[in-house]
């Protein structure tokens, strides 16, 4: 019914509108990056609308250095695009609107429904403060640990900026840095390489998932969700760590530089866990072999989680997914930790697997297209842009226009995309006629 009553007061749905005010936040940030004030050499406009969907759809791809490019203020704008862009556009109205003293009216609940991937409205004002309260509280404790290490090397006042500036891109999945060799200048420091992937977990795993750990306390109480979840990301990080260091171990460009064992899994720790959405790095990869890209392309699909600062299809399709194939091949319907998984929701992942696909063997088509390079390169890139990851192999730089206009349009739809067909497979009513069951052979 909620549809009936957006179409009766003449207002996009809710998924709609969420990306026009997305696209506006964009727009005003391009304006932004574009002032002389906010770079250190003149920029197009055309670099700065990139750059400004790049941090609002928190991926990371960059066509200007953040760290020489971009003045204190444009860092600060740049920055300010990722919070927004990584808890919410409409959790950040809804605050401004609170303070204000004004209702939170119901269309507007609709659109933060949406943005926050919920199926209800009920209770999301309260998820709402927890979002806010949950994103301050583990910025500010992740801006004390990184200082341990960038304020020593750097002094306090530029030290302090680098701990506040990656500990917001990296709670958000951004992928953002304030140098061109990412962190690989920290390949090997113990605070880096626990501290920045902390951050990345728990903006990966979902308020709703975080809340609810908060709350029960005992994993025997948490939900379906945050079980899948939970055991997801931690499947998909040991088997990423284990098939680096397997597959890099004695790479000359990458973890064969590096001189002791435990150096060495810990880079691959790294890089197991920045690839589903986070977009920082510590070793070169440009130097990686191709069967290692594959399965960073793999993850880089996968994602984090839903109502998270992370993008891909997310854990809890991929552990459906595989849920439903083991049920298929017992005759029986899919389950887990004592529950059942409803056909509409295997239906729904079917569905958000196949527009991924499509989508990003689209984009590589055309980008292959307007740009005759390495082909496993477009792929990385291409998986980096709809999983709104922001790894680079360098390929994203060298795009014509048309290449750049298609890894935009990527980065929005992996940010917003997603969105609207959850809505338009939660608000389709079901058909009243019944067709005659018909046999296909498959396989």
Not at 224 to 247: D, E, N, P, Q
Not at 295 to 300: E, F, G, P, S, T
Not at 313 to 326: E, F, G, P, R, S
Request: glycine content about 10%.
């Amino acid at each position: 019914m909620a549809h009936r009553r957006f179409r009766g007061s003449r207002l996009p749905a809710p998924p709609v509108l969420l990306a026009g005010l997305y696209l506006a936040l964009i727009l005003t940030g391009t304006a932004l990056l574009s002032l002389p004030v906010s770079t250190t050499r003149p920029i197009s406009v055309a670099d700065a609308f990139f750059t400004a969907t790049s941090a609002v759809t928190v991926t990371g791809l960059a066509v200007v250095d953040t760290g020489s490019d971009l003045s204190f203020f444009g860092q600060a704008v740049l920055l300010t695009l990722i919070q927004i862009g990584g808890v919410g556009l409409m959790t950040f109205a809804v605050l401004v609107l609170s303070s204000l003293g004004l209702q939170i009216n119901t269309p507007s609940r609709h659109v933060l429904r949406e943005d926050l991937s919920q199926s209800t409205t009920h209770d999301i004002m309260d998820l709402v403060g927890s979002v806010l309260r949950i994103s301050l509280v583990v910025e500010a404790i992740g801006v004390a640990v990184l200082a341990l290490v960038f304020v020593p090397e750097m002094g306090a006042g530029q030290g302090l900026w680098y701990a506040l500036f990656h500990s917001v891109s990296a709670f958000n999945n951004a992928g953002f840095g304030l140098r061109s060799d990412s962190l690989s200048e920290w390949v090997a420091d113990p605070v880096i390489n626990l501290a920045i992937p902390a951050l990345f977990i728990t903006g990966g795993l979902g308020f709703v998932v975080i809340g609810d750990i908060l709350e029960k306390r005992r994993w025997r109480l948490l939900t379906l969700h945050s079980k899948l979840m939970l055991v997801g990301t931690a499947g998909l990080t040991v088997y990423g760590m284990i098939t680096f260091a397997l597959l890099e171990w004695t790479n000359p460009g990458t973890l064969g530089t590096l001189d002791t064992v435990g150096a060495k899994l810990t880079a691959s720790w790294f890089q197991s866990v920045t690839t589903r959405t986070a977009g920082f790095n510590t070793v070169d990869l440009a130097h990686l072999h191709d069967s290692t890209c594959l399965v960073m392309i793999a993850l880089m699909l996968v994602g984090g989680g839903s109502a998270s600062t992370s993008g891909g299809i997310k854990v809890t399709t991929l552990m459906v997914a595989l849920l439903a194939t083991a049920a298929f091949f017992k005759q029986r319907a899919p389950r887990a930790f004592g529950r059942r998984i409803g056909q509409e929701q295997v239906m729904k992942v079917m569905a958000l697997t196949t527009i991924a696909m499509l989508t990003m063997l689209t984009g590589l088509f055309l980008v292959s297209i307007s740009h005759d390079g390495d082909f496993l390169d477009l792929a990385f890139e291409i998986a980096s842009a709809f999983g709104t990851v922001g790894l680079s192999r360098g390929a994203t730089s060298e795009l014509d226009a048309l290449g750049r206009t298609i890894i935009i349009f990527l980065m929005f739809m992996g940010r917003v995309g997603p969105l609207t067909l959850g809505y338009l497979l939660a608000t389709r009513r079901a058909s009243r006629v019944k067709f005659p069951e018909g046999r296909v052979y498959l396989g």
